[in-house]
């Protein structure tokens, strides 16, 4: 076999395997045993046993442009696997065609493109970690305070802050979904809930009435109308905000209420540092497309979206496809963007990952299954089997994995701006800028 390369374009490369005579005639046995061993059948001969002639005669210029190819085929797979190169999409044979003085396969070949990545491009933006934990400890001591607030009845209407507690009906064409079921509402100004708007002012004994319509499709409402019925209003009363009520709490080593504080702060810390960690690792995983240059062939984007189309085609779902992106053109013109993101995203992690000597070992997969463990309804254990039962789905917590460590190898290399929520802080931000 004599393998010559015809064409390169960026990271393509076309070879051309040549097989002479001597090649054929062992192809051709190949071709006879496949045929046999596969039960192809010709009158007058036995099953399996059928002579190489015999194929020759009946199956003329498909002897060798099919049966004979195909083994040629493997041969040249077999012969790229030995070599071990690193490819973006399968080789794609483009031509095989044999006769019995000889043939050839030429194949395109679709290497690793070269990428360029610049991590000073990505920028990354974070809250500011003091007003974050402000925040957090504010939330929490409400929290505190909400949950040992004690409820007085009163006689007045309710207001603001008041609790009301209620025997709640809703019906649907007479039918009721809900009956006289017991509800306590907490009227507070940023609860947009109608029922809540509807209680302000209503005293013990009062009945609340309205109805809400609903979209069910683009030609259908459907109205349901709720009856509310005041059993109790109360007046909510919270608990000073002092050392007192903070050793009334029992809580171990918080004795004073900036100990309460503290312990507030350092459990805010935590959360912060953890879920800062995660939107670092999304935040750059996203942007590493937009900091990366690629040497691609059109040839492969063009091969990989042909690909993508014929997937979605097999599935009966490519035409729904182009009834939401309004064309074909518009189509395939985003499938092109998302392969070139994703590839750009895949080579440039893969590389940094070797550079690196980024593993995923057990303990990487046991902690992996812990976080999910909690999202996937099951014990950890469980978790855990399930990854390393399923190859499909090992591959990708693995390649989440690797992302993760990669992200982290980047974050001191990219740009971050810390930001602030705070309304007031914000705009004086806007106006400096």
């Known amino acids: 076999m004599q393998i010559n390369e015809l064409e390169k374009d960026k990271n393509v490369i076309v070879k051309e395997y040549i097989f002479d005579a001597n090649d054929v ?32 005669l009946r199956l003329k210029d498909a002897f060798y442009n099919i049966y004979v190819a195909d083994e040629a085929i493997i041969e040249v797979e077999d012969e790229l696997d030995k070599e071990n190169i690193s490819v973006v999409i399968p080789p794609v044979i483009v031509d095989a065609r044999f006769d019995a003085n000889g043939g050839k396969v030429v194949v395109e070949l679709h290497l690793e493109p070269e990428v360029t990545f610049d991590p000073s491009k990505i920028k990354v933006r974070k809250a500011k970690e003091d007003e974050v934990l402000e925040s957090y400890v504010e939330m929490r001591v409400k929290y505190m305070l909400d949950e040992h ?60 009435e309205f109805e809400k319509t609903f979209e069910k499709s683009e030609n259908e409402k459907i109205t349901y109308k709720y009856i509310l019925e005041v059993e109790e209003v109360y007046n909510r009363i919270l608990p000073v905000l002092n050392d007192e009520f903070v050793k ?77 992106y309004g064309s074909e053109e518009k189509l395939v013109e985003e499938f092109k963007n998302y392969y070139i993101n994703l590839i750009k995203k895949d080579l440039v992690v893969k590389k940094l990952a070797e550079e690196n000597d980024v593993k ?13 463990s909690v999202e996937w309804g099951v014990s950890p254990d469980r978790a855990e089997a399930l990854i390393k039962s399923r190859i499909d789905l090992r591959n990708e917590v693995v390649m989440d994995i690797v992302e993760s460590k990669v992200a982290n190898l980047l974050v001191d290399k990219v740009q971050v701006e810390e930001v602030s929520f705070n309304k007031d802080e914000k705009n004086e931000d806007e106006k400096s800028e």
């Open 360 to 372: 995923v070992n057990d303990e990487d997969i046991k902690a992996y299954a812990e976080i999910v």
């Open 248 to 324: 009334s709490l029992a809580i171990e080593n918080v004795e004073t209420l900036e100990g309460l504080k503290e312990k507030f702060r350092n459990e805010g810390k935590e959360i912060y540092d953890r879920e800062l960690g995660d939107s670092y690792k999304m935040q750059i995983i996203d942007q590493i497309p937009s900091a990366t240059d690629i040497d691609i062939s059109e040839k492969t984007i063009q091969r990989a979206v042909e690909n993508i189309i014929d997937n979605l085609k097999e599935e009966g779902k490519y035409d729904d496809y182009i009834k939401s």
């Open 149 to 208: 607030a004690v409820l007085e009845p009163k006689e007045g209407e309710a207001q603001e802050g008041d609790v009301v507690k209620v025997k709640e009906t809703v019906l649907l064409n007479e039918k009721a979904i809900r009956d006289h079921e017991e509800r306590e509402y907490l009227l507070l100004k940023d609860d947009e809930r109608d029922a809540v708007k509807q209680l302000y002012g209503k005293k013990k004994g009062d009945t609340v």
């Open 25 to 56: 005639k062992r192809l051709e046995d190949k071709a006879v045993n496949s045929l046999n061993s596969k039960g192809y059948q010709i009158e007058g001969f036995r099953v399996g046993r059928v002579p190489k002639e015999i194929y020759k």
